[in-house]
């Protein structure tokens, strides 16, 4: 895990566990300034992609409806705060994934 995900795992965390979706964009839209913070997520997004974080069929077909959005984080633009604010639906899935791996 790279010191970018370490940096903002509380915040990560944070957002995960928010249940209501106008809540979870607000505070993204303030996360999403911080540089460090859109490539935690983008790392946590490629490592799923590239198969470094194992996913259970579960968590597969809970993610397939954000397949689309998430094969477009491998593509290095400026639109990527857009996209994680308004498809940031996927965090909830990725983040325990992510945790459960680190044993936290």
Same mark, same amino acid.
């Given at each position: 895990?790279?010191?970018?995900?370490?940096?903002?795992?509380?915040? #990560?965390?944070? /957002?995960? $566990?928010? +249940?209501?979706?106008?809540?979870? &964009?607000?505070? *993204?839209?303030?996360?999403?300034?911080? =540089?460090?913070?859109?490539?935690?997520?983008?790392?946590?997004?490629?490592?799923?992609?590239?198969?470094?974080?194992? #996913?259970?069929? /579960?968590? $597969?077909? +809970?993610?397939?409806?954000?397949? &689309?959005?998430? *094969?477009?984080?491998?593509?290095?633009? =400026?639109?990527?705060?857009?996209?994680?604010?308004?498809?940031?639906?996927?965090?909830?899935?990725?983040?325990?994934? #992510?945790?459960?791996?680190? $044993?936290?």
């Amino acid at each position: 895990m790279s010191d970018k995900v370490k940096k903002n795992l509380e915040s #990560l965390v944070f /957002i995960s $566990k928010l +249940k209501n979706i106008k809540t979870r &964009k607000k505070i *993204l839209s303030l996360f999403v300034n911080d =540089k460090s913070f859109c490539d935690a997520i983008r790392e946590i997004v490629l490592n799923t992609i590239n198969k470094v974080i194992p #996913l259970s069929a /579960i968590e $597969k077909k +809970k993610l397939k409806p954000y397949k &689309k959005v998430l *094969l477009n984080f491998n593509k290095r633009r =400026k639109n990527n705060k857009k996209r994680i604010i308004q498809s940031g639906g996927f965090l909830p899935i990725l983040i325990p994934i #992510l945790l459960s791996l680190l $044993k936290i």
